[in-house]
Protein backbone atom coordinates (compact mmCIF):
# COMPACT_ATOMS: atom_id res chain seq x y z
CA UNK A 1 0.00 0.00 0.00
CA UNK A 2 1.39 3.51 -0.38
CA UNK A 3 2.86 5.66 2.09
CA UNK A 4 0.32 8.04 2.56
CA UNK A 5 -3.32 6.10 1.88
CA UNK A 6 -3.43 4.23 5.22
CA UNK A 7 -5.34 6.96 6.36
CA UNK A 8 -8.00 6.30 3.77
CA UNK A 9 -8.78 2.72 4.92
CA UNK A 10 -12.35 1.66 5.90
CA UNK A 11 -13.36 5.32 4.56
CA UNK A 12 -16.23 5.91 2.68
CA UNK A 13 -15.51 8.08 0.06
CA UNK A 14 -17.57 10.16 -2.06
CA UNK A 15 -15.93 10.24 -5.89
CA UNK A 16 -17.28 13.37 -7.72
CA UNK A 17 -16.61 13.19 -11.64
CA UNK A 18 -17.11 16.44 -13.76
CA UNK A 19 -17.43 16.78 -17.58
CA UNK A 20 -13.33 16.57 -18.27
CA UNK A 21 -11.41 15.08 -20.63
CA UNK A 22 -9.52 13.73 -17.29
CA UNK A 23 -12.32 11.67 -16.62
CA UNK A 24 -10.86 8.53 -17.69
CA UNK A 25 -8.64 8.78 -15.05
CA UNK A 26 -11.28 8.47 -12.27
CA UNK A 27 -11.95 4.79 -13.41
CA UNK A 28 -7.75 4.37 -11.54
CA UNK A 29 -8.69 6.33 -8.65
CA UNK A 30 -11.90 3.86 -7.52
CA UNK A 31 -9.46 1.23 -8.29
CA UNK A 32 -7.03 2.58 -5.75
CA UNK A 33 -9.64 3.49 -3.01
CA UNK A 34 -11.59 0.09 -3.21
CA UNK A 35 -7.46 -1.70 -2.98
CA UNK A 36 -6.69 0.05 0.20
CA UNK A 37 -10.15 -0.31 1.25
CA UNK A 38 -12.52 2.43 1.10
CA UNK A 39 -15.86 2.37 0.38
CA UNK A 40 -16.74 4.41 -2.61
CA UNK A 41 -19.77 5.91 -4.45
CA UNK A 42 -19.65 7.74 -7.32
CA UNK A 43 -21.50 10.89 -8.51
CA UNK A 44 -21.31 12.46 -12.06
CA UNK A 45 -22.36 15.88 -13.50
CA UNK A 46 -24.31 15.14 -16.40
CA UNK A 47 -21.30 16.02 -18.38
CA UNK A 48 -19.14 13.55 -17.31
CA UNK A 49 -21.70 10.89 -18.71
CA UNK A 50 -20.22 12.34 -21.67
CA UNK A 51 -16.57 11.28 -20.83
CA UNK A 52 -17.23 7.65 -19.25
CA UNK A 53 -19.90 5.65 -18.45
CA UNK A 54 -21.66 5.43 -15.80
CA UNK A 55 -21.73 1.46 -15.83
CA UNK A 56 -17.87 1.68 -15.75
CA UNK A 57 -17.71 3.22 -12.54
CA UNK A 58 -21.11 1.61 -11.08
CA UNK A 59 -18.84 -1.98 -12.07
CA UNK A 60 -15.09 -0.90 -9.98
CA UNK A 61 -17.13 1.05 -7.35
CA UNK A 62 -20.04 -1.86 -6.30
CA UNK A 63 -21.83 0.92 -6.25
CA UNK A 64 -25.03 2.36 -7.72
CA UNK A 65 -23.17 5.66 -9.36
CA UNK A 66 -25.66 8.45 -8.59
CA UNK A 67 -26.29 11.53 -11.10
CA UNK A 68 -29.72 12.98 -10.90
CA UNK A 69 -30.86 15.32 -8.13
CA UNK A 70 -34.24 15.31 -9.16
CA UNK A 71 -34.77 11.70 -9.24
CA UNK A 72 -37.49 9.97 -7.75
CA UNK A 73 -36.40 6.67 -7.46
CA UNK A 74 -32.64 7.20 -6.52
CA UNK A 75 -34.01 9.97 -3.71
CA UNK A 76 -35.89 7.32 -1.98
CA UNK A 77 -32.74 4.89 -2.27
CA UNK A 78 -29.74 7.07 -1.61
CA UNK A 79 -30.33 10.82 -1.69
CA UNK A 80 -28.30 13.67 -1.91
CA UNK A 81 -28.70 14.33 2.25
CA UNK A 82 -28.05 10.35 2.80
CA UNK A 83 -25.28 10.67 0.37
CA UNK A 84 -23.91 14.08 2.04
CA UNK A 85 -24.13 12.19 5.20
CA UNK A 86 -23.34 8.41 4.19
CA UNK A 87 -19.46 10.61 3.03
CA UNK A 88 -16.04 10.70 5.49
CA UNK A 89 -14.43 12.85 2.67
CA UNK A 90 -15.79 13.94 -0.72
CA UNK A 91 -12.89 14.15 -4.00
CA UNK A 92 -14.19 15.56 -6.93
CA UNK A 93 -11.53 14.34 -9.78
CA UNK A 94 -11.76 15.63 -12.47
CA UNK A 95 -13.12 19.11 -11.34
CA UNK A 96 -13.57 21.46 -14.57
CA UNK A 97 -13.86 24.91 -14.29
CA UNK A 98 -17.10 24.90 -14.54
CA UNK A 99 -17.73 22.43 -11.10
CA UNK A 100 -14.91 24.90 -9.47
CA UNK A 101 -17.03 28.00 -10.11
CA UNK A 102 -20.52 26.54 -8.96
CA UNK A 103 -18.52 25.54 -5.91
CA UNK A 104 -16.72 28.85 -5.14
CA UNK A 105 -20.44 30.72 -5.78
CA UNK A 106 -22.28 27.94 -3.26
CA UNK A 107 -24.58 26.91 -6.14
CA UNK A 108 -26.98 23.83 -5.81
CA UNK A 109 -27.87 22.85 -9.37
CA UNK A 110 -27.25 19.64 -9.48
CA UNK A 111 -26.28 16.48 -7.06
CA UNK A 112 -22.94 16.77 -6.94
CA UNK A 113 -22.92 20.26 -5.80
CA UNK A 114 -25.79 20.43 -3.83
CA UNK A 115 -23.99 17.11 -1.58
CA UNK A 116 -20.94 19.09 -0.64
CA UNK A 117 -23.64 22.06 0.51
CA UNK A 118 -25.11 19.55 2.49
CA UNK A 119 -21.91 18.20 3.25
CA UNK A 120 -18.90 19.28 5.99
CA UNK A 121 -16.33 17.17 6.24
CA UNK A 122 -13.07 17.14 3.93
CA UNK A 123 -13.24 18.08 0.77
CA UNK A 124 -10.42 17.72 -2.26
CA UNK A 125 -10.66 19.16 -5.83
CA UNK A 126 -8.05 17.90 -8.71
CA UNK A 127 -8.93 20.97 -10.95
CA UNK A 128 -8.26 19.75 -14.75
CA UNK A 129 -8.76 21.59 -17.91
CA UNK A 130 -7.06 23.26 -20.43
CA UNK A 131 -3.97 26.28 -19.81
CA UNK A 132 -6.01 29.19 -20.76
CA UNK A 133 -8.97 28.04 -18.69
CA UNK A 134 -7.18 27.13 -15.99
CA UNK A 135 -4.81 30.56 -16.35
CA UNK A 136 -7.90 32.50 -16.74
CA UNK A 137 -8.18 35.33 -13.64
CA UNK A 138 -11.69 34.14 -12.95
CA UNK A 139 -10.74 30.78 -12.32
CA UNK A 140 -7.68 31.80 -10.70
CA UNK A 141 -10.38 33.76 -8.20
CA UNK A 142 -12.90 31.21 -8.14
CA UNK A 143 -9.14 28.65 -6.86
CA UNK A 144 -8.65 31.84 -4.42
CA UNK A 145 -11.90 31.79 -2.91
CA UNK A 146 -12.58 27.89 -2.63
CA UNK A 147 -8.82 27.72 -0.60
CA UNK A 148 -10.50 29.99 1.86
CA UNK A 149 -13.60 27.78 2.28
CA UNK A 150 -11.36 25.44 3.45
CA UNK A 151 -11.79 23.54 -0.14
CA UNK A 152 -8.05 21.38 -0.38
CA UNK A 153 -6.71 22.13 -4.28
CA UNK A 154 -4.41 19.24 -5.54
CA UNK A 155 -2.52 20.23 -8.83
CA UNK A 156 -3.15 20.95 -11.14
CA UNK A 157 -0.12 19.64 -12.94
CA UNK A 158 1.56 21.05 -16.22
CA UNK A 159 2.62 19.55 -18.95
CA UNK A 160 1.27 18.57 -22.36
CA UNK A 161 -2.07 18.65 -22.93
CA UNK A 162 -4.52 16.43 -24.64
CA UNK A 163 -5.33 19.86 -26.62
CA UNK A 164 -1.99 19.98 -27.74
CA UNK A 165 -1.19 23.07 -25.45
CA UNK A 166 1.22 23.00 -22.79
CA UNK A 167 0.99 24.62 -19.45
CA UNK A 168 -0.67 24.19 -16.12
CA UNK A 169 -4.00 22.53 -16.15
CA UNK A 170 -3.37 19.07 -16.31
CA UNK A 171 -4.91 16.60 -13.52
CA UNK A 172 -2.45 15.45 -11.76
CA UNK A 173 -1.83 11.21 -11.76
CA UNK A 174 -4.78 9.20 -9.42
CA UNK A 175 -2.33 7.96 -6.96
CA UNK A 176 -0.91 11.91 -6.40
CA UNK A 177 -4.27 12.62 -6.03
CA UNK A 178 -4.87 10.23 -3.48
CA UNK A 179 -1.82 11.10 -2.07
CA UNK A 180 -3.00 14.92 -0.88
CA UNK A 181 -6.03 13.72 -0.25
CA UNK A 182 -5.39 11.03 2.17
CA UNK A 183 -4.03 13.86 4.03
CA UNK A 184 -7.93 15.09 5.07
CA UNK A 185 -7.72 12.16 7.19
CA UNK A 186 -4.70 12.39 9.04
CA UNK A 187 -5.57 14.27 12.38
CA UNK A 188 -4.63 12.54 15.15
CA UNK A 189 -1.40 10.57 14.14
CA UNK A 190 0.59 12.79 16.56
CA UNK A 191 -2.23 12.64 19.25
CA UNK A 192 -0.50 12.47 21.93
CA UNK A 193 2.72 13.22 21.09
CA UNK A 194 4.54 16.88 22.44
CA UNK A 195 7.06 18.59 19.69
CA UNK A 196 9.18 21.46 20.34
CA UNK A 197 9.91 23.68 17.31
CA UNK A 198 12.03 26.95 16.95
CA UNK A 199 11.68 29.45 13.98
CA UNK A 200 12.58 32.93 12.79
CA UNK A 201 16.29 34.79 13.17
CA UNK A 202 17.43 35.53 15.68
CA UNK A 203 18.88 39.00 16.95
CA UNK A 204 22.58 39.56 18.61
CA UNK A 205 22.87 43.39 20.03
CA UNK A 206 25.87 45.28 19.51
CA UNK A 207 24.75 47.94 20.72
CA UNK A 208 21.49 49.38 22.36
CA UNK A 209 20.47 50.54 18.79
CA UNK A 210 21.76 47.94 16.92
CA UNK A 211 22.17 44.01 15.74
CA UNK A 212 23.24 41.12 13.86
CA UNK A 213 20.85 39.34 12.22
CA UNK A 214 19.48 37.48 8.87
CA UNK A 215 17.03 36.94 6.65
CA UNK A 216 14.82 34.39 8.30
CA UNK A 217 11.04 35.01 8.07
CA UNK A 218 9.64 31.96 10.36
CA UNK A 219 7.62 30.84 7.49
CA UNK A 220 8.58 27.32 7.43
CA UNK A 221 8.82 26.95 11.48
CA UNK A 222 5.33 28.69 11.52
CA UNK A 223 4.24 26.58 9.10
CA UNK A 224 5.34 23.25 10.82
CA UNK A 225 4.03 24.10 14.52
CA UNK A 226 0.48 24.36 12.44
CA UNK A 227 1.35 20.84 10.84
CA UNK A 228 1.44 19.22 13.80
CA UNK A 229 -1.15 20.83 15.74
CA UNK A 230 -2.92 19.91 13.18
CA UNK A 231 -1.85 16.49 13.17
CA UNK A 232 -2.76 16.64 17.12
CA UNK A 233 0.35 17.25 18.19
CA UNK A 234 0.81 19.37 21.40
CA UNK A 235 2.76 21.81 20.68
CA UNK A 236 5.56 24.93 21.68
CA UNK A 237 6.77 26.99 19.77
CA UNK A 238 9.98 29.09 20.62
CA UNK A 239 10.46 31.96 17.55
CA UNK A 240 12.79 35.47 17.09
CA UNK A 241 11.01 38.44 15.71
CA UNK A 242 9.12 37.59 12.92
CA UNK A 243 5.85 39.40 11.28
CA UNK A 244 3.51 36.44 11.43
CA UNK A 245 1.01 35.27 13.84
CA UNK A 246 1.69 32.52 16.05
CA UNK A 247 -0.99 29.40 15.49
CA UNK A 248 -3.64 29.85 18.56
CA UNK A 249 -3.21 26.67 20.22
CA UNK A 250 0.34 26.37 20.91
CA UNK A 251 2.73 27.30 23.82
CA UNK A 252 3.77 30.33 22.64
CA UNK A 253 7.36 31.60 23.90
CA UNK A 254 9.17 34.79 22.13
CA UNK A 255 12.54 35.50 22.06
CA UNK A 256 15.44 37.85 20.85
CA UNK A 257 18.83 36.34 21.09
CA UNK A 258 20.50 33.00 21.00
CA UNK A 259 21.47 32.74 23.93
CA UNK A 260 17.92 33.50 25.16
CA UNK A 261 16.50 30.91 22.56
CA UNK A 262 19.07 27.95 24.04
CA UNK A 263 17.32 29.35 27.53
CA UNK A 264 14.07 28.50 26.50
CA UNK A 265 14.91 25.31 24.72
CA UNK A 266 16.82 23.84 27.39
CA UNK A 267 13.72 24.59 29.65
CA UNK A 268 11.15 23.36 27.33
CA UNK A 269 13.00 20.05 25.93
CA UNK A 270 12.89 17.53 28.37
CA UNK A 271 8.90 16.11 27.99
CA UNK A 272 9.41 16.29 24.27
CA UNK A 273 8.89 13.41 21.82
CA UNK A 274 10.15 15.61 18.86
CA UNK A 275 12.46 18.42 18.95
CA UNK A 276 12.19 20.32 15.13
CA UNK A 277 15.20 23.51 14.80
CA UNK A 278 14.11 25.24 11.82
CA UNK A 279 15.19 28.79 13.72
CA UNK A 280 18.10 30.20 11.92
CA UNK A 281 20.04 30.96 15.44
CA UNK A 282 22.84 33.17 14.86
CA UNK A 283 26.21 31.46 14.52
CA UNK A 284 28.11 34.13 15.98
CA UNK A 285 26.86 37.32 18.34
CA UNK A 286 28.92 40.39 19.30
CA UNK A 287 31.62 39.45 21.70
CA UNK A 288 31.02 42.51 24.22
CA UNK A 289 27.42 44.70 24.14
CA UNK A 290 28.38 47.83 24.01
CA UNK A 291 26.33 50.05 27.06
CA UNK A 292 25.95 53.28 24.83
CA UNK A 293 25.18 53.46 21.42
CA UNK A 294 28.13 53.74 19.32
CA UNK A 295 28.89 57.19 17.93
CA UNK A 296 30.80 58.11 14.64
CA UNK A 297 33.20 60.41 16.47
CA UNK A 298 35.25 61.04 13.01
CA UNK A 299 38.55 59.93 14.51
CA UNK A 300 38.40 56.35 13.20
CA UNK A 301 37.79 55.42 9.51
CA UNK A 302 36.67 51.89 10.01
CA UNK A 303 35.85 49.65 13.93
CA UNK A 304 36.36 46.39 14.52
CA UNK A 305 33.41 44.24 15.43
CA UNK A 306 34.47 40.89 17.51
CA UNK A 307 32.88 38.06 17.31
CA UNK A 308 32.02 34.63 19.55
CA UNK A 309 30.65 31.54 18.58
CA UNK A 310 26.89 31.10 20.47
CA UNK A 311 25.93 27.66 21.81
CA UNK A 312 25.40 25.22 19.36
CA UNK A 313 21.64 24.47 20.10
CA UNK A 314 20.69 21.56 18.07
CA UNK A 315 24.14 19.57 19.41
CA UNK A 316 23.00 20.32 22.89
CA UNK A 317 19.35 18.79 22.29
CA UNK A 318 20.90 15.33 20.42
CA UNK A 319 23.57 15.23 23.43
CA UNK A 320 20.69 14.62 25.91
CA UNK A 321 20.56 12.04 27.64
CA UNK A 322 16.84 11.31 27.55
CA UNK A 323 16.83 13.12 24.03
CA UNK A 324 13.72 13.15 21.65
CA UNK A 325 13.54 12.54 18.11
CA UNK A 326 15.95 15.49 16.71
CA UNK A 327 15.15 17.28 13.28
CA UNK A 328 17.63 19.78 11.79
CA UNK A 329 17.18 22.27 8.92
CA UNK A 330 20.19 22.69 6.65
CA UNK A 331 19.68 25.62 4.16
CA UNK A 332 22.52 24.96 1.44
CA UNK A 333 23.47 27.47 -1.52
CA UNK A 334 26.00 23.77 -2.76
CA UNK A 335 26.03 20.70 -2.68
CA UNK A 336 23.07 20.66 -0.39
CA UNK A 337 22.89 16.71 -0.12
CA UNK A 338 26.24 16.18 0.97
CA UNK A 339 26.74 19.03 3.21
CA UNK A 340 23.29 17.87 4.85
CA UNK A 341 24.33 14.61 5.19
CA UNK A 342 27.31 16.15 7.27
CA UNK A 343 25.22 17.96 8.99
CA UNK A 344 23.41 15.21 10.26
CA UNK A 345 26.21 12.91 11.85
CA UNK A 346 28.29 15.90 13.41
CA UNK A 347 25.18 16.83 15.13
CA UNK A 348 23.80 13.37 15.38
CA UNK A 349 20.39 14.26 14.83
CA UNK A 350 17.81 11.49 13.37
CA UNK A 351 16.67 13.67 10.07
CA UNK A 352 17.75 16.52 8.72
CA UNK A 353 15.14 18.58 6.30
CA UNK A 354 17.95 19.96 3.25
CA UNK A 355 17.08 22.84 1.20
CA UNK A 356 18.59 24.90 -1.42
CA UNK A 357 18.51 28.49 -0.39
CA UNK A 358 20.18 29.57 -3.63
CA UNK A 359 16.86 29.07 -5.71
CA UNK A 360 15.21 32.04 -5.27
CA UNK A 361 11.52 30.32 -5.51
CA UNK A 362 11.62 27.78 -3.03
CA UNK A 363 14.33 30.12 -0.89
CA UNK A 364 14.00 31.73 2.40
CA UNK A 365 11.24 34.49 1.96
CA UNK A 366 9.35 32.49 -0.51
CA UNK A 367 5.45 30.81 -0.49
CA UNK A 368 6.86 27.52 -1.85
CA UNK A 369 9.64 25.36 -0.75
CA UNK A 370 11.06 21.97 -2.03
CA UNK A 371 13.14 19.78 0.28
CA UNK A 372 15.12 16.50 0.83
CA UNK A 373 14.61 14.75 4.05
CA UNK A 374 17.73 12.65 4.78
CA UNK A 375 18.69 10.41 7.54
CA UNK A 376 20.88 8.10 8.02
CA UNK A 377 19.20 5.23 5.96
CA UNK A 378 17.84 7.10 3.16
CA UNK A 379 16.64 10.33 1.91
CA UNK A 380 13.09 11.26 0.59
CA UNK A 381 12.41 14.22 -2.19
CA UNK A 382 9.19 16.17 -1.67
CA UNK A 383 8.85 18.19 -4.51
CA UNK A 384 8.14 22.20 -5.07
CA UNK A 385 4.80 22.75 -3.45
CA UNK A 386 3.32 25.54 -0.85
CA UNK A 387 5.24 25.50 2.70
CA UNK A 388 1.75 24.16 4.17
CA UNK A 389 1.96 20.85 2.25
CA UNK A 390 5.82 20.67 2.39
CA UNK A 391 5.36 20.96 6.20
CA UNK A 392 2.55 18.44 6.45
CA UNK A 393 4.89 16.14 4.57
CA UNK A 394 7.60 16.00 6.38
CA UNK A 395 4.92 16.09 9.96
CA UNK A 396 3.73 12.73 8.12
CA UNK A 397 7.15 11.49 7.78
CA UNK A 398 8.24 12.21 11.64
CA UNK A 399 5.17 10.74 12.98
CA UNK A 400 5.62 7.53 10.91
CA UNK A 401 9.49 7.27 12.26
CA UNK A 402 8.98 8.05 16.09
CA UNK A 403 5.41 5.82 15.76
CA UNK A 404 7.40 2.41 13.97
C1 LIG B 1 -14.24 17.46 -25.65
C2 LIG B 1 -14.41 18.35 -24.46
C3 LIG B 1 -13.47 18.31 -23.47
C4 LIG B 1 -13.59 19.12 -22.34
N1 LIG B 1 -12.65 19.07 -21.37
C5 LIG B 1 -12.73 19.89 -20.31
C6 LIG B 1 -11.74 19.86 -19.30
O1 LIG B 1 -10.77 19.09 -19.34
N2 LIG B 1 -11.86 20.72 -18.27
C7 LIG B 1 -12.91 21.59 -18.15
O2 LIG B 1 -12.93 22.36 -17.21
N3 LIG B 1 -13.87 21.61 -19.08
C8 LIG B 1 -13.81 20.79 -20.15
N4 LIG B 1 -14.79 20.83 -21.11
C9 LIG B 1 -15.95 21.71 -20.91
C10 LIG B 1 -16.94 21.11 -19.92
O3 LIG B 1 -17.35 19.82 -20.35
C11 LIG B 1 -18.13 22.04 -19.77
O4 LIG B 1 -17.70 23.27 -19.20
C12 LIG B 1 -19.22 21.44 -18.94
O5 LIG B 1 -20.28 22.37 -18.82
C13 LIG B 1 -18.75 21.03 -17.55
O6 LIG B 1 -19.85 20.64 -16.78
P1 LIG B 1 -19.67 20.02 -15.32
O7 LIG B 1 -18.70 20.89 -14.60
O8 LIG B 1 -21.04 20.08 -14.73
O9 LIG B 1 -19.23 18.62 -15.49
C14 LIG B 1 -14.70 20.00 -22.23
C15 LIG B 1 -15.66 20.02 -23.23
C16 LIG B 1 -15.52 19.19 -24.33
C17 LIG B 1 -16.57 19.25 -25.40
Redesign the pocket.
Known amino acids: MERNLKSLVNKNILLGV?????AYKSAEIVRHLRKVGASVHVVM????EEFITPLTLQALSGNRVSTELLDVEAEAAMGHIELAKWADGILIA?A????LA?LANGRGD?LLSTITLAFDGPISLAP???QA?WGDERTQDNIKKLETQNFQICGPGSGEQACGDVGMGRMLEPLEILDLFSYSFNEGKMAGKSILITAGPTQEPIDPVRFITNRSSGKMGYSLAQSAIDYGAKVTLISGPVNLEPPSNCNFISIKTADEMFEAVMHHVNDKDVYIGTAAVSDYKPAKMQNNKIKKDGSNSSITLELEENKDILKSVSALKHRPFVVGFAAETNDVIENAEKKLSSKDLDLIVANDVSKKEIGFDSEENEVTLVTSADNYLIERQSKKKVSNKIIEFISERIND
Do not use: V
Not at 18 to 22: D, M, N, Q, Y
Not at 45 to 48: D, Q
Open positions: SGGIATKSAPTANTRDAMNM
